[in-house]
């Protein structure tokens, strides 16, 4: 039987709030323990030991990286997700720093969240894919200087092609419409992208495609 997943949710608005857990409560493997909209009441939920945070960033009186850099500083090391509107390059930076492990956007669909969710609690670190370029160009510039490692070369053709869409944002199901083939099947590719990469996230994997991309434009135009 697969292990039970303990989340506790964070949200100041309430139809957000109950939205997410009549959502997540209503999934295999998932068991809510609250909802609430304020850190004391985060307090409460972690006595009974989440797995997961799940959190709102623009909240008062305090917003959700202020209520984790409190935690952390509490002792708390519950891995969290910030599930939020805003699309702001900097707020995802902030929260990256934070520590978050996840940055999901409200318009995403219901099961690309359940989906990253459950990514997240397996150890990856996953942002909307519509911020995946915003990321990318971030931790693009933390590597500056470092060469695409070779093992690039062990993708087929199509985890390359697959590997090219993640960098540009796309999410699973946008893949699978793009290439005509199933959800299962591109999620199964992406397992084999990040096992033969030795990466731990999407996000990683796209950042090195990226990165290689760069290097073999600037050879072609230094060849010319």
């Given amino acids: 039987m697969a292990e039970i997943l303990k989340l506790a949710l964070v949200d100041d608005q309430n139809l957000c709030r109950r939205g997410l857990c009549e ?9 809510v323990l609250g909802a609430v909209d304020n850190i004391e009441g985060l307090r409460a939920l972690l006595k009974e030991q989440p797995d ?20 952390r500083k509490e002792g708390c090391t519950t891995p969290a997700v910030m599930l939020t509107m805003s699309d702001s390059e900097t707020d995802l930076g902030n929260a990256i720093r934070a520590g978050v492990r996840g940055y999901l956007l409200k318009d995403m669909a219901p099961e690309e969240v359940v989906d990253a969710i459950r990514r997240v609690a ?6 909307a894919p519509t911020m995946t370029v915003k990321m990318i160009d971030m931790l693009r510039g933390d ?5 695409p490692k070779s093992s690039l070369k062990l993708l087929t053709e199509r985890e390359r092609e697959i590997l090219q869409l993640l960098s540009r944002g796309e999410s699973n199901k946008s893949i699978a419409l793009t290439l005509s083939i199933s959800y299962d099947t591109v999620k199964q590719h992406v397992r084999h992208i990040l096992n033969k990469l030795n990466l731990s996230s999407r996000v990683k994997a796209a950042v090195l495609f990226a990165k290689e991309q760069e290097t073999s434009n600037s050879e072609d135009s230094s060849s010319r």
């Fill in 23 to 31: 959502l997540l409560s209503h999934c295999y493997g998932f068991n």
């Fill in 122 to 127: 397996a150890g990856e670190l996953v942002v």
């Fill in 143 to 147: 590597q500056s200087g470092q060469e």
């Fill in 52 to 71: 997961l945070l799940v959190m709102d960033l623009r909240m008062k009186p305090m917003d959700g990286i202020s209520m984790l850099e409190q935690l």
